[in-house]
């Protein structure tokens, strides 16, 4: 048995003859210095949502951590197991971060299957449906409106699902204290990846504009 898939062998060895090589300075220096990031992004797993890839990074630049549909659960300290609020505590309390931002994209699978709560579960444990439920009543409602097409729900509970993480993010007491201070802000953001477009939450109104609106990824089709 191969010790690791040979895509993944190619991959690394054109990173390391090529980026690496070409930062070798700066992985040395936060080798040496550690990693001081600014930035942490709250990203779904989706292989198509890569932050790094999307936000062009640096190694060093972003303090990143992916979970299914790039939810923040409530602040919740009753000694369960947290991945994501751990990331937090460390990314704040250790790093002290200026930004974290949730990051959403298109065509969710987790978001997919909030809006499907009568499919059968991928396991007996159905980890994604108890972890979905942390969207349960948006995906509710926004479920039952009929008047939207399935992609219109769609893409509005992937956008309410960033301002409800958003909100969490705010039950997170160091997380509350450091914003309430101005050391720390937090953003919402969501990607298309069938256009490229990149939208920002309003963080005053909670709606979804495009910041570079006038850079155009794709020329539209149709
Ligand atoms: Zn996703």
């Not at 991959?11 to 600014?38: H, K, M």
């Not at 444990?125 to 729900?153: C, H, Q, Y």
Request: glycine fraction near 10%; charged fraction near 20%; charge should be negative.
């Amino acid at each position: 048995m191969k010790l690791l898939p040979d895509h993944l062998l190619e991959g690394y060895r054109s990173f390391i003859e090529g980026r690496y090589l070409a930062e070798t300075q700066t992985y040395r220096a936060l080798a040496r210095d550690g990693q001081t990031p600014e930035t942490m992004v709250i990203a779904c797993c989706d292989s198509r949502a890569a932050p790094e890839t999307i936000f062009g990074s640096a190694p060093g630049e972003l303090f990143v951590v992916r979970n299914v549909a790039n939810l923040v659960p409530p602040y919740s300290p009753d000694g369960e197991f947290h991945g994501t609020s751990a990331a937090l505590e460390f990314a704040v309390a250790a790093l002290k971060v200026k930004h974290i931002v949730v990051m959403g994209h298109g065509r969710c699978g987790g978001i997919s299957a909030a809006l499907s709560p009568d499919a059968e579960p991928l396991s007996k444990g159905d980890f994604i449906g108890k972890w979905m439920s942390l969207v349960r009543p948006a995906a509710e409602a926004v479920g039952a409106n009929a008047l939207m097409t399935a992609g219109e729900r769609q893409t509005a509970l992937e956008r309410i699902s960033i301002r409800h993480s958003v909100a969490s993010l705010r039950s997170f007491p160091d997380i509350a204290a450091r914003e309430a201070a101005g050391e720390l802000s937090l953003h919402g953001a969501w990607f298309d990846i069938s256009s490229g477009e990149l939208w920002a939450m309003d963080p005053q109104t909670g709606d979804f504009e495009r910041p570079l609106a006038g850079i155009e990824p794709l020329p539209t089709s149709g």
